[in-house]
């Protein structure tokens, strides 16, 4: 009699893994190339520069993702999860950046892994402090926390731009929503699930005509580029640089853990300590690999999470494809320009469904919870209303230190570490209490 296979170690047809793989990355590519974007912008550096940090983004991020997926020396959760560089170091990238340049960045990349991979397995502890409450609550508020992104997608992506969400940008976010709706409902299997990826490339094709796509840069780009270690010369390694790049990864480090976490909850796959500590030592690994690579700190990628949901595909060697074509793209710079030209409203309706059924993940697992006779509802309530104020309004935390704004800026991290201590408060204190109580008056004692 053959074993059954769990859903997550299922492996698909090549055909269907290439085709779930490609759409798990069209799905986070702009998510993926944004940093870069954003640091090369903010440091000033020349077009050719930031063309080559995306292609060293990329290629990290698929042998990041391929790391996590399969397993390798004793590093990887074995799970369908996506690997990209984090938003939650920009702002201390560039600071550093602005002092001691590139070089700066990568040095204390190189560290904040370094220093990561050694933590890993006393971070991986805080696992029995994620009950379904706490889980639940923190699935919610990444799925509630990525949705003003796909917003800004659906808009075009500039806020301050005078086109932003003009009737021609919404109605292409809301046909690409409409079409994924449909075809969800109207496809049965294979065709269902890759509803996302068919609403990308009929709303990318619905764009061209209207002007809302730019494939100058398929043109210009080559065909084939390597990417070498440290082009921009040795890391500096600064105290004041490591310091502030390792308080943001312990942000990443948490987000990670929520993520691991709640993925394990959806592919049924239920995280040990020993997975955790596998799965963070490869986000650590990844990270000092970026900084040699000329990238930066990477995480796993919250916006496949819904992905996962909406396709109903939980095999890892889906993602296992994802991260090939990652790597590909970054070894084919003309690929990864085709794939650049989809239009931000495309993605905004794409992500307004999958971080959608990210949220709705969250509440499904809250309603496994029990909220009669114990403070459980408090817990939610309080760490969702704390994750959510970087929502309503952004500079909330502006005057304090800048280690204080690296952490409560980000709404995931801020309620997560939130629902952590309510329900050490709550549901353990006190456990924890009487458990003292009774050793001491031998409450085994007739």
Not at 119 to 135: A, D, E, Y
Not at 312 to 331: H, P
Not at 408 to 426: C, D, E, P, Q, R
Request: net charge neutral; hydrophobic share 55%; with cysteine.
């Amino acid at each position: 009699m053959e074993k059954e296979v769990a859903p997550v170690d299922e492996m698909l047809p090549k055909g269907q893994l290439f085709t779930y793989g490609l759409q798990h990355v069209m799905a986070m590519y702009a998510g993926a190339v944004a940093v870069p974007l954003i640091i090369a912008n903010a440091l000033g550096l020349p077009r050719e520069q930031v063309i080559y940090l995306i292609q060293c983004d990329l290629l990290v991020g698929g042998v990041a993702t391929l790391i996590q997926a399969l397993g390798f020396m004793n590093m990887g959760v074995k799970a369908p999860i996506m690997q990209g560089v984090s938003f939650a170091a920009v702002a201390p990238m560039i600071l550093v950046g602005k002092t001691y340049g590139l070089p700066g960045i990568f040095g204390s990349t190189i560290a904040a892994g370094m220093i990561g991979y050694l933590l890993s397995p006393v971070f991986s502890k805080l696992i029995r402090f994620f009950p379904k409450v706490v889980t639940g609550t923190i699935i919610t508020l990444i799925g509630v926390s990525l949705l003003p992104v796909a917003v800004r997608w659906a808009g075009g992506g500039n806020p301050a731009a005078a086109s932003f969400a003009d009737l021609q940008s919404i109605g292409v976010a809301f046909t690409v929503l409409t079409i994924i709706i449909v075809l969800y409902r109207m496809l049965k299997g294979f065709w269902s699930n890759i509803a996302v990826l068919i609403g990308l490339v009929i709303g990318t094709l619905i764009a061209i005509p209207l002007g809302m796509t730019n494939f100058s840069q398929v043109a210009t780009a080559a065909w084939f580029s390597v990417v070498t270690p440290l082009t921009f010369g040795m890391p500096i390694f600064d105290g004041s640089s490591i310091f502030a790049m390792t308080l943001a990864f312990l942000v990443i480090m948490t987000e990670t853990t929520g993520d691991i976490i709640a993925i394990g909850e959806i592919v049924g796959k239920p995280v040990s300590r020993d997975d955790l500590a596998k799965g963070l030592k490869a986000d650590s690994f990844s990270t000092l690999l970026g900084g040699i690579m000329n990238t930066f700190p990477h995480s796993a990628f919250a916006q496949n999470i819904g992905l996962l949901t909406l396709s109903g595909i939980k095999s890892r060697y889906v993602v296992v494809a994802a991260g090939i074509i990652l790597a590909s793209l970054g070894l084919f710079p003309k690929a990864a320009a085709v794939v650049a030209a989809i239009p931000n409203p495309v993605l905004g309706g794409a992500g307004i469904a999958m971080f959608g059924m990210v949220a709705t993940s969250g509440i499904r697992a809250l309603t496994t919870v029990e909220f009669e006779g114990n403070q459980n509802a408090m817990i939610v309530a309080i760490s969702l209303g704390v994750g959510l104020i970087p929502l309503a309004v952004p500079g909330f935390y502006h005057n304090l230190p800048q280690f204080a704004q690296l952490i409560l800026h980000s709404g995931i991290t801020a309620g997560s570490i939130v629902a952590l201590v309510l329900n050490y408060f709550f549901n353990e204190y006190g456990k924890k209490a009487a458990s003292d109580i009774c050793e001491n008056a031998d409450c085994n004692q007739a």
